[in-house]
Nanobody, 126 residues
């Protein structure tokens, strides 16, 4: 069974950077980062296919966040730049098994993700 473990959360001032990491185990997978702020629904922030050829970004983070995978190390990353107080949330690494026979858009659909890490808190102060 696939397992995910996040690291790298913390507190940062507005405008600063932060990098989240996710260690993954298991088979070929799409990887993603979701977040949930208090009183809000969980939202997909950044998603990627195993090769990185297909990505999805929420409008609120486009141009500031970058998702990447290192398949040799079974790692996924979320580089967050120019952080804003509204980025404050619990961030979750997520994954879903994929296949070369699946359409490229499979990994770009937040509703497909079904495996979750424990979460790591990101707090951005103004």
């Amino acid at each position: 069974q696939m397992q995910l473990a996040e690291s790298g959360g913390g507190s940062v001032q507005a405008g600063g950077p932060l990098r989240l990491s996710c260690a993954a185990s298991g088979s070929r997978r799409c990887m993603g980062w979701f977040r949930q702020a208090p009183g809000k629904e969980r939202e997909g922030v950044a998603l990627t296919s195993p090769s990185g050829a297909t990505t999805y970004y929420a409008d609120s983070v486009k141009g500031r966040f970058t998702i990447s995978q290192d398949n040799a190390k079974n790692m996924a990353y979320l580089q967050m730049n120019n952080l804003k107080p509204e980025d404050t949330a619990m961030y979750y690494c997520a994954a879903v098994v994929t296949s070369e026979f699946f359409p490229p858009t499979w990994c770009a659909k937040p509703e497909k993700y079904n495996t979750w890490g424990q979460g790591t808190q990101v707090t951005v102060s103004s």
